[in-house]
Protein backbone atom coordinates (compact mmCIF):
# COMPACT_ATOMS: atom_id res chain seq x y z
CA UNK A 1 0.00 0.00 0.00
CA UNK A 2 0.99 3.28 -1.18
CA UNK A 3 2.53 4.74 2.79
CA UNK A 4 0.54 8.51 1.87
CA UNK A 5 -2.34 7.07 0.50
CA UNK A 6 -5.27 9.87 -0.35
CA UNK A 7 -7.95 7.91 0.42
CA UNK A 8 -7.22 7.12 3.84
CA UNK A 9 -9.28 8.85 7.00
CA UNK A 10 -7.85 9.25 9.85
CA UNK A 11 -9.50 10.75 12.46
CA UNK A 12 -7.61 11.18 16.30
CA UNK A 13 -9.40 10.27 19.56
CA UNK A 14 -7.74 12.25 22.19
CA UNK A 15 -8.59 13.29 25.84
CA UNK A 16 -7.24 12.49 29.41
CA UNK A 17 -6.30 9.72 30.76
CA UNK A 18 -9.15 7.78 31.67
CA UNK A 19 -11.59 9.96 29.61
CA UNK A 20 -13.39 6.97 27.99
CA UNK A 21 -10.99 6.85 24.03
CA UNK A 22 -10.75 3.06 24.21
CA UNK A 23 -14.19 2.53 25.25
CA UNK A 24 -15.79 4.54 22.78
CA UNK A 25 -13.39 3.37 19.84
CA UNK A 26 -14.59 -0.32 20.64
CA UNK A 27 -18.52 0.57 19.74
CA UNK A 28 -17.67 3.32 17.01
CA UNK A 29 -16.03 0.26 15.42
CA UNK A 30 -18.60 -1.98 15.73
CA UNK A 31 -20.94 0.49 14.48
CA UNK A 32 -19.03 2.42 11.96
CA UNK A 33 -16.29 -0.24 10.60
CA UNK A 34 -13.42 1.55 11.33
CA UNK A 35 -9.74 0.07 12.36
CA UNK A 36 -9.15 1.19 15.81
CA UNK A 37 -5.14 1.82 16.73
CA UNK A 38 -4.72 2.57 19.87
CA UNK A 39 -1.22 3.91 20.12
CA UNK A 40 -1.01 2.70 24.18
CA UNK A 41 -1.89 -0.73 23.14
CA UNK A 42 0.20 -1.05 20.39
CA UNK A 43 3.31 0.42 22.63
CA UNK A 44 2.32 -2.18 25.30
CA UNK A 45 2.30 -4.75 22.71
CA UNK A 46 5.84 -3.75 21.52
CA UNK A 47 6.94 -4.58 25.06
CA UNK A 48 5.46 -8.05 25.11
CA UNK A 49 6.74 -8.69 21.88
CA UNK A 50 10.66 -8.37 23.52
CA UNK A 51 11.43 -6.04 20.96
CA UNK A 52 14.87 -4.36 21.89
CA UNK A 53 12.74 -1.22 22.53
CA UNK A 54 10.18 -2.78 25.16
CA UNK A 55 12.60 -1.58 28.20
CA UNK A 56 12.71 2.17 27.18
CA UNK A 57 9.21 1.74 26.55
CA UNK A 58 8.16 0.28 29.51
CA UNK A 59 10.61 3.01 31.43
CA UNK A 60 8.45 5.60 29.65
CA UNK A 61 5.21 4.32 30.49
CA UNK A 62 6.40 3.67 34.00
CA UNK A 63 7.49 7.65 33.83
CA UNK A 64 3.72 8.53 32.16
CA UNK A 65 6.25 10.11 29.61
CA UNK A 66 5.98 10.22 25.53
CA UNK A 67 7.49 7.47 23.85
CA UNK A 68 10.03 9.26 21.08
CA UNK A 69 7.89 9.90 17.90
CA UNK A 70 9.73 7.92 15.53
CA UNK A 71 8.56 4.69 17.63
CA UNK A 72 5.12 5.34 18.15
CA UNK A 73 4.83 6.41 14.23
CA UNK A 74 6.30 3.43 12.81
CA UNK A 75 3.79 1.20 14.93
CA UNK A 76 0.81 3.17 13.61
CA UNK A 77 2.37 3.34 9.99
CA UNK A 78 2.79 -0.69 10.21
CA UNK A 79 -0.37 -1.02 11.29
CA UNK A 80 -2.37 1.03 8.90
CA UNK A 81 -0.46 -0.65 5.75
CA UNK A 82 -1.26 -3.79 7.21
CA UNK A 83 -4.95 -3.18 7.54
CA UNK A 84 -7.69 -4.00 5.17
CA UNK A 85 -9.45 -1.06 5.71
CA UNK A 86 -8.63 3.21 5.08
CA UNK A 87 -10.78 4.08 8.25
CA UNK A 88 -8.45 4.69 11.39
CA UNK A 89 -9.20 5.83 14.47
CA UNK A 90 -6.00 6.60 15.85
CA UNK A 91 -6.85 7.02 19.96
CA UNK A 92 -3.88 8.58 22.75
CA UNK A 93 -2.43 10.30 19.59
CA UNK A 94 -0.45 12.67 18.86
CA UNK A 95 0.54 13.68 22.40
CA UNK A 96 2.20 16.66 21.67
CA UNK A 97 3.50 18.51 19.18
CA UNK A 98 6.82 16.75 18.06
CA UNK A 99 3.82 13.43 17.94
CA UNK A 100 1.78 15.73 16.05
CA UNK A 101 4.66 16.80 13.04
CA UNK A 102 6.52 13.41 12.46
CA UNK A 103 2.83 11.84 11.67
CA UNK A 104 2.37 14.47 9.05
CA UNK A 105 5.37 14.19 7.88
CA UNK A 106 5.12 10.27 7.53
CA UNK A 107 1.90 9.72 6.66
CA UNK A 108 1.28 12.49 4.99
CA UNK A 109 -2.01 13.02 6.11
CA UNK A 110 -3.99 15.42 8.65
CA UNK A 111 -6.69 14.12 10.24
CA UNK A 112 -10.48 14.65 9.06
CA UNK A 113 -11.51 16.09 12.63
CA UNK A 114 -10.29 15.02 15.88
CA UNK A 115 -12.62 13.82 19.23
CA UNK A 116 -12.21 14.98 22.48
CA UNK A 117 -13.22 13.70 25.34
CA UNK A 118 -12.96 16.30 27.82
CA UNK A 119 -13.48 15.21 31.78
CA UNK A 120 -12.56 17.24 34.87
CA UNK A 121 -9.23 14.95 36.41
CA UNK A 122 -10.56 14.13 39.32
CA UNK A 123 -13.41 11.73 37.56
CA UNK A 124 -10.33 10.61 35.66
CA UNK A 125 -8.23 9.44 38.93
CA UNK A 126 -11.86 7.73 40.06
CA UNK A 127 -11.93 5.58 37.14
CA UNK A 128 -8.09 4.58 36.40
CA UNK A 129 -7.85 3.67 39.80
CA UNK A 130 -11.25 1.84 39.78
CA UNK A 131 -9.59 -0.24 36.36
CA UNK A 132 -8.01 -2.84 37.55
CA UNK A 133 -6.34 -4.31 34.78
CA UNK A 134 -3.12 -4.59 36.27
CA UNK A 135 -1.75 -1.44 33.97
CA UNK A 136 1.55 -0.44 35.00
CA UNK A 137 0.69 3.50 35.04
CA UNK A 138 -2.70 3.04 36.97
CA UNK A 139 -1.14 3.67 40.16
CA UNK A 140 -1.51 7.50 41.88
CA UNK A 141 2.11 8.17 41.21
CA UNK A 142 1.72 7.32 38.14
CA UNK A 143 -1.18 9.09 36.73
CA UNK A 144 -0.87 12.66 38.81
CA UNK A 145 2.47 12.52 36.34
CA UNK A 146 -0.16 11.12 33.29
CA UNK A 147 -2.38 14.29 33.91
CA UNK A 148 0.70 16.75 34.05
CA UNK A 149 2.03 15.32 30.72
CA UNK A 150 -1.74 15.48 29.43
CA UNK A 151 -2.16 19.27 30.76
CA UNK A 152 1.91 20.52 29.59
CA UNK A 153 1.96 18.53 26.43
CA UNK A 154 -1.53 16.70 24.82
CA UNK A 155 -3.50 19.96 25.23
CA UNK A 156 -2.11 22.55 23.18
CA UNK A 157 -2.08 19.59 20.49
CA UNK A 158 -5.53 20.02 20.76
CA UNK A 159 -5.88 23.73 21.11
CA UNK A 160 -3.68 23.71 17.87
CA UNK A 161 -7.26 21.73 16.33
CA UNK A 162 -9.79 23.50 18.01
CA UNK A 163 -7.77 26.86 16.09
CA UNK A 164 -8.03 25.20 13.05
CA UNK A 165 -11.94 23.74 13.25
CA UNK A 166 -11.05 20.53 13.35
CA UNK A 167 -12.21 19.68 17.33
CA UNK A 168 -14.94 18.36 18.46
CA UNK A 169 -15.09 18.53 21.71
CA UNK A 170 -17.56 15.92 24.12
CA UNK A 171 -18.64 16.01 27.11
CA UNK A 172 -17.22 12.70 28.71
CA UNK A 173 -18.21 12.62 32.08
CA UNK A 174 -21.26 11.42 31.05
CA UNK A 175 -22.05 7.40 31.05
CA UNK A 176 -20.93 5.54 28.22
CA UNK A 177 -24.65 5.60 26.82
CA UNK A 178 -24.61 9.23 26.36
CA UNK A 179 -21.03 9.80 25.29
CA UNK A 180 -21.72 7.49 22.49
CA UNK A 181 -25.12 8.96 21.24
CA UNK A 182 -22.84 12.35 21.45
CA UNK A 183 -20.62 10.93 19.38
CA UNK A 184 -22.45 8.94 16.74
CA UNK A 185 -23.69 11.79 14.24
CA UNK A 186 -19.88 12.71 13.84
CA UNK A 187 -19.93 9.43 11.84
CA UNK A 188 -22.42 9.07 9.98
CA UNK A 189 -21.03 10.38 6.99
CA UNK A 190 -18.48 7.30 7.04
CA UNK A 191 -21.21 4.55 7.16
CA UNK A 192 -20.99 2.00 4.52
N1 LIG B 1 -15.07 4.25 31.71
C1 LIG B 1 -15.01 4.57 30.40
N2 LIG B 1 -16.02 5.39 30.05
C2 LIG B 1 -16.72 5.63 31.20
C3 LIG B 1 -17.87 6.42 31.49
N3 LIG B 1 -18.51 7.16 30.55
N4 LIG B 1 -18.32 6.47 32.77
C4 LIG B 1 -17.67 5.74 33.74
N5 LIG B 1 -16.59 4.97 33.52
C5 LIG B 1 -16.11 4.92 32.26
O1 LIG B 1 -11.65 4.04 30.29
C6 LIG B 1 -10.96 4.14 31.52
C7 LIG B 1 -11.79 3.46 32.63
O2 LIG B 1 -13.01 4.19 32.80
C8 LIG B 1 -12.21 2.04 32.27
O3 LIG B 1 -12.25 1.27 33.44
C9 LIG B 1 -13.61 2.23 31.67
O4 LIG B 1 -14.41 1.09 31.81
C10 LIG B 1 -14.15 3.39 32.48
P1 LIG B 1 -10.85 3.84 28.91
O5 LIG B 1 -11.85 3.67 27.83
O6 LIG B 1 -9.82 2.80 29.09
O7 LIG B 1 -10.17 5.28 28.80
P2 LIG B 1 -8.90 5.75 27.95
O8 LIG B 1 -9.13 7.17 27.63
O9 LIG B 1 -8.64 4.81 26.84
O10 LIG B 1 -7.79 5.61 29.11
P3 LIG B 1 -6.26 5.21 29.00
O11 LIG B 1 -5.80 4.98 30.39
O12 LIG B 1 -6.05 4.15 27.99
O13 LIG B 1 -5.68 6.57 28.45
P4 LIG B 1 -4.21 7.03 28.36
O14 LIG B 1 -4.24 8.12 27.36
O15 LIG B 1 -3.62 7.37 29.65
O16 LIG B 1 -3.44 5.70 27.95
P5 LIG B 1 -2.73 5.21 26.61
O17 LIG B 1 -2.82 3.75 26.59
O18 LIG B 1 -3.22 5.98 25.46
O19 LIG B 1 -1.22 5.62 26.92
C11 LIG B 1 -0.53 5.05 28.00
C12 LIG B 1 0.91 5.55 28.01
O20 LIG B 1 1.56 5.13 26.82
C13 LIG B 1 1.08 7.07 28.01
O21 LIG B 1 1.00 7.61 29.31
C14 LIG B 1 2.48 7.20 27.42
O22 LIG B 1 3.44 6.90 28.40
C15 LIG B 1 2.47 6.10 26.37
N6 LIG B 1 2.06 6.60 25.04
C16 LIG B 1 3.01 7.31 24.31
O23 LIG B 1 4.12 7.54 24.76
N7 LIG B 1 2.68 7.73 23.06
C17 LIG B 1 1.45 7.51 22.51
O24 LIG B 1 1.22 7.94 21.37
C18 LIG B 1 0.50 6.80 23.26
C19 LIG B 1 0.83 6.36 24.53
MG1 LIG C 1 -6.96 3.61 26.27
Known amino acids: TDKSDPKRIII ?3 GGPGSGKGTQCAKIVDTYGFLHLSAGDLLRAEINSGSSNGN ?5 IKDGKIVPSEVTVELLMKAMNEAKTNKFLIDGFPRNEEN ?3 FEKVAGLEPEFILYFDCPLEE ?3 RLLGRNEGRVDDNIDTIRKRFKVFLESSLPVIDYYDKMGKSRKVNATRSREEVFKAIEPLFEPFME
Not at 56 to 60: A, F, G, K, N, Y
Open 124 to 126: LEK
Open 100 to 102: RLA
Open 56 to 60: MIQEL
Open 12 to 14: FVL
